[in-house]
């Protein structure tokens, strides 16, 4: 609170960025430790966390007050207009201090309580068992166990406790790849392909210069590759481009002599590094953020920034492992400089594309909650700097959130009797399928999104839908029960055939005069509100009438890609 001179300033207008009529609202601005708070009017509110800000800057007084814009890093930019200078430079300066954390206890997530009690917080962090999550693979076995080697992480720092190598790989081969390769970094599984047998491992450089070798590093790529029944070569991907990987031969390091090592071949992928990227997104962002652009003007700045080509790079170095998996069943070894953003990011989307598992909610439990600051889970750098943290004894678990909130995650168009065989995923990275993503970009910007959400339109449906079919089972079960009912009355009709009785038997009331029913199969389902011969959604119920598509395609911004 020490970083806070003004929590509280009233008639501070929010603009709108890309109003035409320099819209804005008009409301309270508070300050407090953790959010900055603005209270419209009309009592909306607008919450940003200090941790999510990426720049404040405080631009030129002018007639109506003192602006000033803040950049958060979750794409979320908001344009403040300050009546009186003093406060503006107040805030702007209390900002400034508290969106800079000094150490890892002032973030959010050290504070933040969910309203769990202790045992709930203890099985939140369950939820995730990475063990578990092997031997859903198949692993440990006859080939891959788990190793112990760096228990106390004295081989390497940055790698688990636990790690899972060739059954082949003994302790000393280890240890020898460790210290020939960057950070200590020796090759480990990362996904195991059950049915192919085959493998994607990560690594980082090894320390090869123009000349070096390791024996113990030449036997661990050796033992990966015989670790694979199906196919005895193996792919080693270098995710840089071939020029990168060549200067950092001169330091020492490099890539991977083909002569030295049995059974591999070599791929560069050309993904630039998170210098490059860094600079791309500005580019894109400074794009995206500038108002009254024309098509042209606009389209030229997107390939200019050099975005979308970056994201295809990503997108093809990974349709490129799962080819050499799913086709040719061969295991792939995987590392840039490091082993950190390039690596994680190939080998993440390619068992994303192979394994239908982490295309499901458990699977794929992450979402834009990396940057809320809320939850323990993305806290630190390695399983080590969590442990040191108490990160699990601190902070709360994002996956139970996750699991409560799982119907917004979830796919309107999924249907789970659509080909179940059909696990893999193969996009086509053709230039021309990526698009710019504007829900993500602009998802706060309100003057940018359709007046009616799409995804929400096809949410409401497939709720219709579903409500619909609910109603034809209950049809189906009354037919059911008044065709019983019916058999009833007949065989009680036949025995008073044969022995009648004096006195007149009235009809019964099941056999009196029905309305025809439709059948099941014509029915035709409309919107409620609109008729057959002016259904304005007719399109969206044909869709969902249809098989899943080869092309999945979402408008208005949200990604789309050919498959």
Request: include cysteine.
């Amino acid at each position: 609170m020490e970083h806070i001179r003004t929590t509280k300033v009233e008639q501070v207008k929010l603009l709108d960025r890309f109003s035409t009529s320099n819209k804005s609202l008009t409301g309270t601005l508070y300050l407090t430790a953790t959010h900055l708070l603005f209270i419209d009017s009309s009592q909306r509110e607008t919450w940003i966390l200090h941790h999510h800000i990426a720049a404040v800057e405080k631009l030129p007084l002018t007639t109506s007050g003192c602006p000033l814009v803040i950049q958060c890093k979750n794409f979320r930019v908001v344009h403040f207009v300050v009546p009186r200078e003093r406060d503006c430079h107040d805030i702007y300066n209390s900002l400034l201090q508290l969106s800079r954390t000094a150490k890892y206890e002032e973030l959010y997530a050290f504070s933040y309580n969910p309203k769990q009690n202790e045992s709930e917080q203890v099985k939140g962090w369950q939820l995730i068992d990475l063990a578990e999550e092997y031997k859903r693979m198949g692993v440990p076995n006859d080939n891959w166990q788990l190793s112990d080697a760096n228990r106390d992480y004295k081989i390497c720092e940055t790698y688990p406790r636990e790690l899972y190598v060739p059954r082949t790989a003994s302790k000393p081969i280890i240890v020898g790849s460790s210290k020939f390769r960057s950070k200590g970094r020796f090759p480990v599984l990362s996904y195991y392909h059950k049915n192919k047998e085959a493998a994607i491992c990560r690594c980082s450089q090894p320390l090869s210069g123009f000349s070096a070798r390791c024996l113990e590093d030449e036997h661990m790529l050796q033992a990966i590759s015989k670790a694979n029944p199906s196919n005895r070569y193996m792919y080693v991907m270098d995710t840089r481009p071939k020029l990168n990987a060549m200067a950092n031969r001169a330091a020492g390091k490099g890539y991977e002599n083909e002569d030295n090592y049995s059974n591999i071949r070599f791929q560069f992928v050309g993904i630039e590094n998170i210098h490059v990227m860094r600079s791309s997104l500005q580019k894109l962002l400074e794009v995206s953020g500038t108002k009254g652009l024309s098509v042209n003007d606009f389209l030229s700045g997107l390939e200019n920034s050099g975005w979308l080509r970056h994201i295809k790079a990503v997108l093809d170095a990974a349709v490129f492992l799962v080819k050499a998996i799913a086709v040719e069943s061969a295991s792939v070894l995987v590392h840039c400089s490091d082993g950190w953003d390039r690596t994680s990011q190939v080998c993440s989307l390619g068992a994303l594309l192979l394994d239908s598992y982490y295309r499901t909610i458990k699977g794929f439990m992450i979402h834009e909650h990396v940057h809320s600051c809320q939850f323990g889970n993305f806290l630190g750098n390695c399983q080590k700097e969590r442990e040191e943290l108490k990160i699990k004894e601190k902070t709360y678990s994002l996956w139970p959130f996750l699991l409560d909130e799982q119907k917004k995650y979830q796919n309107p168009l999924y249907s789970p009797d659509f080909s179940p065989e059909l696990t893999l995923l193969e996009p086509s990275t053709v230039s021309f399928n990526f698009k710019f993503w504007r829900n993500m970009y602009h998802q706060f910007d309100r003057s940018m999104h359709p007046r009616q959400s799409v995804l929400n339109l096809i949410m409401d449906m497939s709720e219709q839908n579903k409500q619909l079919e609910e109603d034809i089972k209950k049809l189906e079960a009354k037919i059911k029960q008044r065709n019983g009912q019916s058999a009833a009355v007949l065989v009680k009709e036949h025995q008073q055939s044969v022995h009648p009785t004096p006195t007149a038997l009235k009809t019964p009331p099941c056999f009196k005069k029905e309305q025809p029913l439709i059948p099941v199969n014509d029915v035709v389902r409309t919107i409620e509100g609109s008729n057959t011969a002016d259904n304005r959604y007719s399109e969206f119920v044909e869709e969902f009438s249809k098989a899943e598509p080869a092309v999945v395609s979402l408008e208005y911004g949200v990604a789309r890609m050919t498959c």
